[in-house]
């Protein structure tokens, strides 16, 4: 009776030889897709905290130039003669936004008659069309630009 061939096990030379680094080869790989999925990760993370930013900024320069509009209305200097220009001056004293305008009488709707409506004014009375422009800045140049346009209602011409 023969003896059937026995196969190797990991015990032998002959399977330890063919088993000689795999392991190695192996972890090495898990470590590389390991430390690319933790670059890539980190390098959204960035990008997202950068993007946030930017919006953040975006947002304050919005707010920056609705100030400028609010403060030139509220300056309530109207001039038919010639605009009148804020230069660049910040918010608040505790941040680097700025902002600025520029109120000019609109000579293509000029001076019209009082609109007819529930207001009894009378004769004499006309409506002078004037239009802001302001601008608001923040930080990574951030910029937004609003107009904003009005008329006043004073004595007339005629």
């Known amino acids: 009776m023969t003896t059937p061939d026995r196969l190797p096990t990991s015990s032998t030379p002959l399977a330890r030889a063919r088993q000689r680094g795999a392991a190695l080869v192996v972890g090495l790989l898990l470590l590389l897709v390991l430390t690319v999925l933790a670059i890539s990760g980190m390098t959204m993370a960035t990008l997202e905290l950068q993007m946030a930013g930017n919006y953040q900024f975006e947002e304050r320069a919005f707010q920056a130039a609705e100030a400028g509009v609010e403060r030139a209305i509220t300056a309530g200097v109207f001039n038919t003669n010639a605009p009148t220009v804020q230069a660049p001056v910040a ?68």
């Open 91 to 158: 918010v608040a004293a505790d941040n680097e936004d700025t902002l600025e305008y520029t109120v000019t009488f609109d000579d293509d709707n000029g001076v019209t008659p009082v609109p007819r409506g529930g207001y009894s004014l009378g004769s004499g009375f006309e409506a002078y069309h004037f239009e802001i422009e302001s601008t608001g800045n923040s930080r990574r140049g951030a910029e937004s630009v609003h107009e904003q346009s009005f008329y006043i209602v004073g004595p007339g011409g005629a």
